[in-house]
T-cell receptor
Framework: AQTVTQSQPEMSVQEAETVTLSCTYD???????LFWYKQPPSRQMILVIR??????QNATENRFSVNFQKAAKSFSLKISDSQLGDAAMYFC????????????FGKGTRLSVIA | NAGVTQTPKFRILKIGQSMTLQCTQD?????MYWYRQDPGMGLKLIYY???????DKGEVPNGYNVSRSTTEDFPLRLELAAPSQTSVYFC????????????FGPGTRLTVT
């Protein structure tokens, strides 16, 4: 079974600075998808960024980018120019590209942004 | 589109009571899911459905039941509620393509005392 590990329970960053959240995963598959979800205090789960395993190019969405290292099974999220609104729980998630398998989530990293 | 809606937002149950958490999506998604989120933890899958009339167990299905009679609705039934079922419950849906994101509802906070 696939597992997702987020080794940083909490992180903090100064406003306007850059922070990187770590995620590693364990799988024997070669084709899959990786996601970062944001959960603000409102509890709503919001997709931040998505990466297809077959793509070598790292995904980017505005201030959010990933460092996808397939061989190392690592999928870190970089937030540039951090804003107060970025404060939230961030969850890394894995999904197989085959079968009816659902998302597998890590335990999350709580990000605080200091003004 | 309203997206994924869940009712109720909050509920307190006594041990042994039963209830149904409602979930509706208006995006014509085939896939629907129920997750629970315990404090300090990620989401764990309870049940999922790949289409009307088809459901399957996730990681933590014990104590729950689901049905999927329509594409839009995916209710989660709790029978004989236990304190261990105190959690936040999320419903989600997605397109058939596995690369697509899951859209989440706002969650239901359930307390069993």
């Amino acid at each position: 079974a696939q597992t997702v590990t987020q080794s940083q329970p909490e992180m903090s960053v100064q406003e306007a600075e850059t922070v990187t959240l770590s995620c590693t995963y364990d799988t024997s598959e070669s084709d899959y998808y990786l996601f970062w979800y944001k959960q603000p205090p409102s509890r709503q789960m919001i997709l931040v960024i998505r990466q297809e395993a077959y793509k070598q190019q790292n995904a980017t969405e505005n201030r959010f980018s990933v460092n996808f290292q397939k061989a190392a099974k690592s999928f870190s999220l970089k937030i540039s120019d951090s804003q107060l609104g970025d404060a939230a729980m961030y969850f890394c998630a894995y999904r197989s590209a085959t079968g009816n398998t659902p998302l597998v989530f890590g335990k999350g990293t709580r990000l605080s942004v200091i003004a | 589109n309203a997206g994924v809606t869940q009712t109720p937002k909050f509920r307190i149950l006594k041990i042994g009571q039963s209830m149904t958490l409602q979930c509706t999506q208006d995006m014509n998604h085939n896939y629907m899911y129920w997750y629970r989120q315990d404090p300090g933890m990620g989401l764990k899958l309870i049940y999922y459905s790949v289409g009307a009339g088809i459901t399957d167990k996730g990681e933590v299905p014990n104590g729950y039941n689901v049905s999927r009679s329509t594409t839009e609705d995916f209710p989660l039934r709790l029978e004989l509620a236990a304190p261990s079922q105190t959690s936040v419950y999320f419903c989600a849906s997605s397109y058939l393509d596995r690369s697509y994101e899951q859209y989440f509802g706002p969650g239901t906070r359930l307390t069993v005392t």
